[in-house]
């Protein structure tokens, strides 16, 4: 069962090691512009993502950023953490190999849904350090992405019992993994090291709503989970029987009118992203 792999979680799935060492440069809170660019230019992979993102209209800067150590003082060290994070995290997405009806790409595809469509309610509650909501985000379902690459034919299994059916994705994992996703991401997210809210994120995106505790954080990723359940396109199971109601906007601070105009306009900023972070 995946749940008796919990233990060794951070060796079914490793971060790359550029991803790694941003992460840690960032953790130790000495560095500079040009200590990120020094780690970063040693992944093209990761130097182009940067680059193609400065200049995207996303961005709106005025001329052409050529090089990569202007792009990082203009994007700053956390949204270069996050972009890391994130670039990182849509690897192992995309080298996930599934069979049935869900795949490795249904999986990014809601992920960066729920990112674009967090980052845009947060805007509306008031909320500050939009980029970070962003990446919370991308790596939101993160225990699925764990699950899937541990025991392939059990995740496979979790899919078929509720595609097509009113069954719950929560008693499905329980019942077959024997842990929810969100405790195993949170497991993940310890041993690599990511903030403890974004641990605290990871725990509580289904369960917010009972948590008095839980933060806004949690709880817009939960509505923004919903809204991207609501899309159609991507991984959509675990939403499908999640509501929004009047006291959880409340709690946010948003309307329903924010929800109504996010949910319109998700298609076109996913678009526009993906271009960006190749879905
Ligand atoms: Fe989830
Ligand atoms: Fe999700």
Redesign the pocket.
């Given at each position: 069962m995946f749940v008796d792999q919990l233990e060794q979680i951070d060796r079914i799935l490793t971060l790359p090691q550029v991803v790694a060492q941003i992460n840690e440069l960032v953790e130790s809170r000495t560095a500079s512009a040009s200590d990120l660019h020094r780690v970063i230019k040693t992944d093209p992979a990761l130097s182009a993502k940067i680059l193609r993102l400065v200049n995207s209209a996303y961005y709106g800067l005025p001329g052409r950023v050529g090089s990569l150590e202007k792009a990082v003082i203009l994007l700053g060290v956390t949204a270069v953490r996050n972009l890391a994070i994130a670039a990182g995290v849509e690897q192992l997405f995309r080298q996930l190999r599934l069979t049935g009806p869900i795949s490795g790409r249904d999986l990014w595809v809601?992920?960066l849904a729920?990112a674009t469509a967090s980052r845009e309610l947060a805007q509306r509650a008031g909320m500050a350090h939009l980029e970070e909501v962003f990446m919370a985000g991308i790596i939101?379902?993160m225990g699925?992405l764990a699950a899937a690459q541990a025991v392939p034919q059990d995740f496979s299994q979790v899919v078929m019992v509720c595609v097509g059916s009113k069954q719950s994705w929560k008693a499905a994992e329980t019942e077959i993994l024997g842990v929810e996703h969100g405790v195993a991401g949170a497991r993940l997210a310890d041993r690599w090291h990511f903030p403890s809210y974004l641990v605290e994120m990871i725990t509580s995106?289904h369960t917010w709503n009972d948590l008095p505790d839980a933060s806004d954080l949690a709880g817009v990723i939960y509505i923004a989970?919903t809204i991207?359940?609501g899309l159609g396109d991507g991984?959509t199971l675990?939403?499908q029987s999640q509501v929004i109601e009047p006291p959880m906007l409340e709690r946010l601070g948003v309307t329903e009118q924010d929800v109504a105009d996010v949910w319109q306009s998700l298609p076109s900023y996913i678009e526009e992203l993906s271009g960006h972070l190749s879905v």
């Open positions: 809601h992920s729920v939101h379902d699925l995106h989970d991207a359940g991984f675990t939403s």
